[in-house]
């Protein structure tokens, strides 16, 4: 029970927060255009069931890609599209076309569409989210998964408008999102298994993943987001303003 109350266990639970809110804007939209058609007396237990059923399908896909971060290289593929999501977070783009989300006026149709929509929008959340766990969570990384997405859903679901309109006012929020996956995506590179066991693929080079070379390899992750994503901002913003002359 001790090691539910460390510093590293609640480090992790908020990048798990952080991430789920920063990553999952769209599931309160996802859910309230599934549920749009019900009747008004079952558009709450539409949402409440929909909801149950994504955090249990989002915790199995995490646990399935916690096993297979163990593989060698994995971990290298995955800091890579970490960085790449954190990017991506960064540069601004066309609102997101949720036309295709069909509601339903059945109760069970409308929670399996939100279930299948989550499912498919949810592989950035749980890369991320995987990495982040890997990383801090030491032998509990499951019940801080768990803990964090029922702290972040309700989150998700009730208080969206307002996460947006905060993100709206205070655009750094944004870009510490972005540098957090970068962060994480720099401490996960240097602990895949191909590059810190001996007995992984001997041949390829080792380094051995200090508290320190963890440290500076997130420092480095967070750094090269926050330049990559100024760098296709600025390159974003230039070709507007040729479109517009």
Request: charged share 15%; proline share 5%; aromatic share 6%.
């Amino acid at each position: 029970m001790a090691e539910f109350i460390t510093p590293a266990f609640w480090i992790a639970v908020g990048q798990i927060i952080m991430i789920d809110i920063l990553l999952g804007g769209d599931n309160a939209v996802v859910i309230a255009l599934a549920c749009r058609k019900l009747p008004p007396n079952l558009r709450t237990r539409g949402i409440l069931w929909g909801t149950a059923g994504a955090i249990v399908m989002r915790v199995a896909l995490i646990f399935f890609a916690l096993q297979l971060l163990a593989i060698p290289f994995l971990k290298i593929v995955g800091a890579l599209l970490l960085v790449w999501i954190g990017v991506k977070l960064l540069v601004p783009e066309a609102e997101d076309d949720h036309s295709k989300i069909e509601g339903s006026d059945r109760l069970w149709g409308a929670v399996k569409t939100v279930i299948i929509a989550d499912l498919v929008m949810s592989v950035d959340n749980v890369i991320a989210i995987a990495g982040a766990a890997g990383n801090v969570g030491g032998g509990h990384t499951m019940p801080l998964v768990i803990f964090g997405l029922l702290v972040s859903i309700p989150i998700i679901v009730w208080g969206s408008q307002l996460v947006i309109k905060l993100m709206d006012r205070f655009p750094i929020i944004i870009t510490a999102g972005g540098m957090l996956l970068g962060w994480i995506a720099g401490s996960m590179l240097v602990t895949d298994p191909a590059l810190v066991s001996p007995a992984v693929v001997p041949d390829f080079p080792k380094i051995v993943p200090t508290e320190t070379i963890k440290y500076a390899a997130g420092i480095a992750g967070a750094l090269l987001v926050l330049a990559l994503g100024k760098i296709l901002v600025a390159r974003q913003s230039a070709g507007n303003a040729e479109e517009s002359a």
